[in-house]
């Protein structure tokens, strides 16, 4: 199943999800990066922390728009929650600030696996950006909820991560 958001339209599994839980992560939305905004108007209760995957560098785009990951959380937790910005479409990811401490969430788009060379260093790259994210962002506690593509070798996917825990 895949995620695509046109226009203003929203989708019900999405407008479901938000009105039941505080922090929804969402891959495969396909947006552009000038689309982005798109998300933060789902519901009027949330933000988003989105990346999108489609480089415009060359002003043409071939083909159909493809990944992109999000971090869709509720407003009125936004003193206790920090964007963690990283240099690749892959990792969008948020700390929250908890009585426990900080914990940081990260929505992972992991590689498709085809087989090749091209395939394991885009792998191991994603991982090196995952490493230096966990490291910098100084947490003790990760929340990495992923599907790898690569380990079961899946064309692509569309994964709806629900992280059910009250913030508060």
């Keep these: 199943m895949y995620l695509l958001i046109v226009g203003q339209s929203k989708t019900p599994v999405i407008d479901q999800l938000c009105n039941t839980h505080d922090i929804v992560l969402l891959q495969e939305h396909w947006l552009l990066p000038h689309d982005l905004p798109l998300l933060s108007n789902i519901q009027p209760d949330f933000y988003s922390h989105a990346l999108s995957a489609v480089d415009l560098a060359s002003d043409i785009l071939v083909g159909r728009p493809y ?49 090749n060379m091209d395939s394991l260093e885009l792998y191991v790259d994603c991982l090196s950006k ?21 380990v079961l070798g899946l064309a692509s996917s569309m994964n709806l991560l629900i992280l059910h825990q009250k913030i508060n």
């Excluded at 479409?89 to 969430?105: E, H, K, Q, W, Y």
């Excluded at 995952?130 to 909820?145: F, Q």
Aim: charged letters at 15%; proline letters at 4%.
């Design 67 to 115: 990944g992109g990951t999000c971090i869709l959380y509720r407003k009125a937790f936004t003193d206790k929650i920090h964007v963690s910005y990283t240099d690749v479409s892959r990792i969008a990811a948020i700390v929250i600030d908890l009585d426990v401490g900080p914990l940081l969430i990260a929505n992972v788009y992991m590689p498709t696996n085809y087989g």
């Design 130 to 150: 995952l490493h230096a994210l966990i490291i910098d962002s100084n947490v003790l506690t990760l929340l990495l909820p992923a599907i790898s593509t690569a």
